[in-house]
């Protein structure tokens, strides 16, 4: 615009701001327990942005408290919005870093998740799936442990969502699969 200057490097010092603040896990991360169910869903949403900032940024946000509070989240969620909001931190959370992963496996996600693989909505299922995938796309050891999670087979319940007339989960289904099977032959031979 007119007399407006435009800097190049304008997203890069905003992410160094952010890996700096000291404060950006309390600022954020208590704002996902409000009362308030829009608060909730726009606080799980940006700590999700947030996530796939920096693996700096992540790491001040994703601890384990708020991992524990996601998975509850997803388990008794009131409404779609929260449910939805809730599996995209999630996703946001594991989908680089193993470490965060495998924080979400002991924090009871794959029950959480087998739960939701078994819903009616196509699209709850299909944003399982993506939580399934970003688990199980690090190595064997969370492979397995997507494959077998949730007191029962995820695996069968993919097989399953293959079936469906939602062509967007069939495709979702599928790549979590893959994501399962391609770390050896044996998860492989799951499939």
Known sequence: GAGGTYEVEGADKVRSALEACDTLAVDVGTLIHDQAPSVQQSAMIAMGRLCGLSGDIRGKLVQRKQVEHVITTIQGAASHATLKAAHYLLYATVRNSAEAAQVAVECGAMPALHEQLEALDPLVK????????????????????????????????????LKEPSLPLRRIALSCASCVGKHDATLAGLL
């Open 126 to 161: 299909a944003d399982a799936a993506w939580c399934c995938a970003g688990i199980a796309n690090h190595n064997a050891a969370l492979a397995s442990a997507v494959a077998e999670g949730g007191g029962g087979s995820v695996l069968a319940l993919l097989s399953q969502c």
